[in-house]
Structure formats: C-alpha cells, structure tokens
C-alpha cells in the first residue's frame, strides 16, 4: 500500500479528524484536506508519528470551485493512488433563508454537494480501472429528518447526497467500487459553534449527542465493508427508523421537544 491512499476532506477536525486516525490505526496512507494549513500540518505529523503510515496534506477552500481540481492534481503529481474518498466537509448557513444572500447559498451547495460530485468524478476514474474503490459521503440524518426552520437547505441537500451515493453503487458495485452515505445524528464537534448554531445544539437532550470518534469508527467499518447506508449508533438507528414509519404531523409534534433549535427561533 505504499502509494495508495484515503483521502480525507474536512480533516482538521470532528468527523474528519477521527476518521483519519481510524483509518491511520488500520494502515491506511492519508491525504488530508481542510482550510487551515497550520492545523493540517499539526495533525499530519501527529497521525505520521502514533502510526506507521505516511500523512501528507493540502489547505483547500471547497467553497472555490477550483479546490477539487487542485487536491487532484496534488494526488497525480505525488503519484498517490486514491482508493478511498471520503466526503466529509462541512458548511452551515445559520440564518434563515430569507435572510442569507444568494452567494451564501452557493457556497453552501458549493462545499456540501458541488465538490462531493467533483472529487468523486475525478478520483473514481483510477478506481475504474484498478477495479476496486470505495467512497464515503458524509451525510446526515437531516436527510430524512422533517424541514427545519433553519439552514433550510442542509436536509434537501443531504437527501441529494444520499440519492448520489445510491446512483454511485447502482452505477459502479459490478465494478469493484462501492459508496456508503454516512448519516450521523448530532455530534459533539466545534461544527455547531464554527456554523453558529451552537445554541440550537446546547438545547437537544444529552441522550441523542453522540462522540466524533464512535461516529467515525463505525463509519469507517462500515465503508471498507460496502455497505451503502451507514446510520451510527443505535439511538439514531431507532430514530430513523420512527422518522420512516410516524406520521409526518406526529413526528414534527415530537422533533420539536426533542430538538427545539431546529424549529423554534
């Protein structure tokens, strides 16, 4: 394995990070991807030096088109072969719809589904012809989860990633690649309080507030098996399962005592 890799974006921190030392415990070369270029460089030499892997990285802003063209090519020139993707970067729009200008809204779909296409695009080319692969997306229960009144679009684009990553397995399974969409409920990470809902978060019960780092490591068992959905932990399980066979009314009536933040302002 000394010249393929598990390319990760939004590693510096949350889901990204405890997904890269996952992934670094079980072997894995890393190429690690976010905004900060001191903080990647911080936690590649200390991944490098738990684990003996190879940890390289490259500061990217998803939020300029451009950045899925440029990780590639850093990967070409150094000769990495990527032979897991994981989607995992993060952007949030804490205000409401009206009130957010419509390059907020680009930039949103822009780092959430834009460059999840376009990375997945470009590296699944080497991973048809090695036939094998396997691509992670991080996506969230909020896919399934009823319309909240804030960061109105981040459930329908969830549901969009999903639908990709089923099309992804439809298209590419026969050929050795494979797609999990990763669909965690709340975690405990500096997301909420970097995207301004930190209040909103404070306010859902304990109960329902999973760590990064079990979010990861059953994300990562369940990629490197095929699976096509991941939903971790059980509660979320329960959860997902109630969101599918409630009634839409009597499951909005509970989601707004369970999590008041995402339809009360």
């Not at 994981?86 to 409401?96: L, Q, S, T």
């Not at 026969?174 to 999990?180: F, H, L, M």
Request: glycine share 4%; proline share 4%; aromatic share 8%.
């Amino acid at each position: 394995m000394d010249n393929t890799y598990a390319l990760i974006t939004g590693a510096s921190s949350g889901i990204g990070l405890e997904i890269s030392n996952c992934l670094a415990k079980k072997g894995f070369n890393l190429v690690l991807t976010a905004r900060s270029k001191d903080r990647l460089n911080k936690i590649s030499k200390e991944i490098q030096s738990k684990n003996n892997v190879k940890v390289d990285f490259i500061s990217c802003d998803l939020n300029n088109k451009e950045s899925p063209f440029k990780i590639f090519d850093y990967c070409v020139s150094k000769k990495y072969e990527v032979s897991l993707l994981v989607n995992n970067a993060g952007f949030a729009n804490p205000d409401k719809f009206h009130e957010t200008s419509m390059d907020d809204e680009e930039r949103f779909i822009r780092v959430l589904a834009t460059s999840v296409i376009s990375l997945t695009k470009l590296f699944i080319k080497t991973m048809l012809e090695k036939k094998h692969g396997r691509i992670m997306i991080v996506s969230s229960v909020a896919a399934y989860a009823p319309p909240s009144s804030i960061q109105s679009l981040y459930g329908p684009i969830k549901t969009f990633m999903n639908r990709f990553s089923e099309g992804l397995n439809l298209s590419y399974n026969r050929k050795g690649i494979t797609s999990t969409a990763v669909c965690p409920g709340y975690t405990v990470t500096n997301f909420h309080t970097a995207s301004g809902v930190q209040d909103e978060m404070d306010r859902v019960p304990n109960f329902m507030k999973k760590n990064a780092k079990r979010i990861a490591e059953e994300a990562v068992e369940a990629t490197l098996r095929g699976n096509k959905i991941c939903i971790p932990t059980k509660t979320w399980k329960i959860i997902t399962f109630l969101i599918r066979i409630l009634p839409a009314a009597v499951f909005s009536v509970l989601s707004k005592s369970m999590a008041p933040g995402r339809y009360k302002k």
